[in-house]
């Protein structure tokens, strides 16, 4: 038969580690559920060098008893206490490949991923997200001697540019498209928080023979099929930049999907949650960057603070909720500090690919009313990536925006569709070694 949890936490980065690690050190029985096969998610990245307070909560991930289903990924909540997940490819029996999970609370810490605009040549090889080519260093891309420009927008840009220049790379520019301006209430709101402070400190030090541009973006990128230069733009002024990457991301965008599916009431783009993280469905907490694009340690205040709620110890997350309020002033600054320039929706041509996974051209998608309009005409967001890149695209430069998800949220197999085929005991069979 199929095991129970009493809280099942979704999403392994810090907000899941945290909340599953809080609630397992107050007695309940956790399932910890992610489709990397390391626990980390973006930020703590397995192969990366790990700050001393990711390496204690790592450790303590280790230590707790929670039940880890590293590989796995939930593609379906057919009922209330009920989720489906399907194992990776390329792990596990062919018949032993999904499974039912039961829960009595649920945890969603499903994390962000990279904005993408269009505009020409970005579909060019070695043109990628600015957290895509980090990754791909990370897991061992030859970067040294390289000439990279890293644009778009946020504290990411930078963070990704000292990583890769210590590994060897040739940072030739540093490009936010922000003016100077609108990224002071973000400084200042740095200023006060000495870890943050000290580690842009450290990011810019790594860079500092690097020009750092406001105000600057790319326009268009070149090359037959793989990048040669790219064209810059900072006001009036254009220029070609020759270079063997460009990182390019304009921000983060929130996994949403399965609040979605769940029903959780949204306000913008975030889910909206109460003051300890609970969402408008009954036993549902989210935490971390689905509700408000905060960084690392909000994520994992709001994490034990989910945790506490969850089980029960209502006095310990009033203390945490306290907090939290005060980590939102960065997420209010950090949200005006990435606001985009209208100018970058005239970045792109008619010819220009905004969906890549079904070839679909801006000029196409000029005429639609609405996301669900453009899915049925165009096919925009109806490939693999489910709208996940061209998602967060076409709601910038259209304003539309995905108010439901369906079932799969993830590409799944159609056997699966139906559920398990076979009884499994999830601790016997699905718990992985770390």
């Known amino acids: 038969m199929t095991e129970e949890f009493e809280l099942l936490v979704i999403g392994a980065g810090p907000a899941g580690i945290a909340a599953a690690v809080t609630a397992s050190d107050c007695g309940l029985r956790v399932g910890l559920v992610d489709d990397n096969p390391a626990a980390g998610g973006q930020i703590w990245r397995s192969g990366a060098r790990l700050p001393g307070s990711a390496q204690q909560w790592m450790g303590r991930l280790s230590d707790c008893g929670t039940v880890r289903l590293q590989g796995w990924r939930i593609f379906d909540c057919p009922e209330q206490g009920v989720a489906h997940a399907e194992r990776v490819s390329g792990a596990g029996a062919q018949d032993d490949t999904v499974a039912e999970l039961r829960y009595d609370k649920l945890i969603l810490a499903t994390g962000a991923r990279e904005r993408f605009l269009p505009f020409p040549g970005w579909t060019l090889a070695n043109v990628m997200g600015a957290g895509g080519l980090d990754a791909m260093v990370r897991g061992g891309l030859p970067i040294a001697g390289k000439r990279v420009v890293v644009a778009g927008t946020g504290p990411l840009l930078l963070a990704v540019a000292a990583h890769v220049a210590e590994r060897g790379a040739q940072v030739i520019a540093i490009c936010e498209q922000a003016p100077a301006r609108q990224m002071m209430p973000l400084v200042m709101q740095t ?107 909000l994520s994992l205040l709001e994490g034990q603070l989910a945790g506490q709620a969850a089980s029960g110890r209502t006095r310990d997350a009033r203390k945490l909720a306290a907090w939290r309020r005060e980590g939102l002033r960065f997420v209010q600054a950090l949200r005006e500090a990435c606001r985009l320039d209208p100018q970058l929706k005239s970045a792109g041509t008619d010819d220009t690919i905004v969906c890549r996974c079904e070839d679909v051209r801006l000029g196409a998608l000029r005429n639609r009313a609405n996301w669900r309009d453009a899915k049925l005409h165009t096919r925009c967001g109806m490939g693999p990536c489910q709208g996940r890149i061209c998602g967060g695209a076409t709601e910038f430069l259209f304003g539309w925006r995905a108010d439901s998800a369906h079932t799969p949220v993830f590409p799944a197999l159609v056997g699966h569709l139906a559920g398990p085929r076979t009884a499994i005991t999830i601790h016997r069979d699905l718990k992985e070694t770390p």
């Open 191 to 297: 200023m006060v928080r000495p870890g943050k402070l000290w580690q842009g400190v450290r990011y810019r030090w790594a860079v500092r023979q690097s020009s750092y541009l406001t105000t600057c973006r790319p326009v268009a990128a070149l090359g037959d099929e793989v990048l040669r230069s790219i064209v810059l733009r900072r006001g009036d002024r254009r220029w070609v930049v020759d270079c063997d990457y460009l990182a390019c991301g304009f921000h983060l965008v929130p996994n949403t999907e399965l609040a979605l599916l769940l029903g959780c009431r949204m306000e913008d783009e975030f889910v909206s949650t109460g003051e300890f993280m609970e969402t408008s469905i009954p036993g549902v907490w989210c935490a971390g960057e689905p509700t408000g694009i905060g960084g690392v340690e």
